[in-house]
């Protein structure tokens, strides 16, 4: 890929994955990266069911691994957020389990922004709860470790450069959101119970972009040392994610085959991409088939 693309795609990147944060910080920006939308060979939308719905009300939480969909999908709510119509949440409704969708999934959000405005004048995303809330999904805590600042220093950092120089630059600010991060994740779980204490709550784990051994074109372009280190960090917010759920009697979930499905799988496979442009999906994101099979993935527990 181009040196010009590539500048492209990391100014679209930066504002998609900081997204939003208070005070206006790295404000995502609306748009479509280009790309085509993907093929359907891999997981398929959930069937409706002809039974009433299991759950009256569903509330789905979170940051931009739940709102982000196809580009080529409408998106609802404040343009900021690209809380897309077929985000994972939007799929799971179809299935004819649920009743009432409410999605107040935004790109940028941080364990803060469930209980303060991530965008000024519009609610906190906990607004949404209420005492009939039966189901809630959540995946949060990205945000709160600084996973924008570790894409655009990937994005940023010269090609096949030695050593680990995100690492070296933002491992000290990453370490310490990861040793935070449990204390506020507990407190999403109790603010959650608080308002909606007959829910059942979904967590969904994030979906890795990097394979856990060997690459592919744009991992070997990567140092070395910051692709450790970046599986490292995967492994332990999904970690400190799971932990933080099973404390909280939630449910967490990925799909099965969530690992051999990285951004180097080939494009009708991936379940998230690098770049989006050969799955029309946002860059270092879920793909339409990584919401598909999470959808399914929720939908077995329920």
């Given amino acids: ?92 409704a179809e299935g004819g389990d649920v009743g009432e969708l409410v999605d107040v999934t935004c790109g940028g959000a941080r364990t803060v922004d469930m209980i303060s405005p991530q965008i000024a004048g519009t609610p906190p995303q906990f607004d949404a709860l209420t005492g009939d809330t039966d189901l809630v999904t959540l995946s949060i805590g990205g945000n709160d470790i600084g996973f924008g600042a570790m894409v655009g220093c990937i994005f940023q950092t010269p090609r096949a450069s030695e ?6 630059r933002l491992e000290r600010s990453v370490t310490d959101g990861l040793n935070g991060l449990p204390d506020r994740l507990d407190d999403v779980y109790a603010g ?50 799971s932990d933080a759920a099973e404390r909280a009697g939630a449910d967490v979930v990925q799909p099965a085959d969530a690992a051999e499905r990285h951004a180097c799988a080939p494009a009708a496979e991936r379940y998230t991409d690098f770049t989006g442009v050969d799955t029309g999906s946002h860059p270092m994101h879920p793909t339409a088939a990584g919401h598909r099979a999470m959808a399914e993935a929720v939908g077995a527990v329920l």
């Fill in 192 to 241: 959650i119970r608080d308002r909606s204490p007959d829910a059942r709550i979904v967590t969904t784990a994030y979906l890795p972009l990097v394979p856990d051994h060997g690459g592919c074109e744009f991992v070997s372009g990567m140092s070395p040392g910051d692709v450790t280190w970046t599986r490292h960090v995967t492994e332990r917010i999904n970690m400190i994610v």
């Fill in 1 to 92: 890929m181009s040196t010009r693309r590539l500048a492209v795609l990391v100014t679209a990147l930066a504002a998609t994955v900081a997204g939003c944060s208070q005070g206006g910080e790295d404000a995502p920006t609306p748009g479509q990266q280009p790309g085509t939308a993907q093929s359907d060979t891999a997981p398929a939308d959930i069937v409706p069911s002809d039974t009433a719905p299991s759950y009256a009300r569903y509330v789905a939480l979170g940051d931009s691994f739940a709102a982000l969909g196809p580009t080529t999908a409408p998106t609802s709510g404040p343009a900021q957020c690209l809380r897309s119509t077929r985000n994972y949440a939007a799929v799971l």
């Fill in 163 to 168: 050593g680990a120089p995100c690492r070296d």
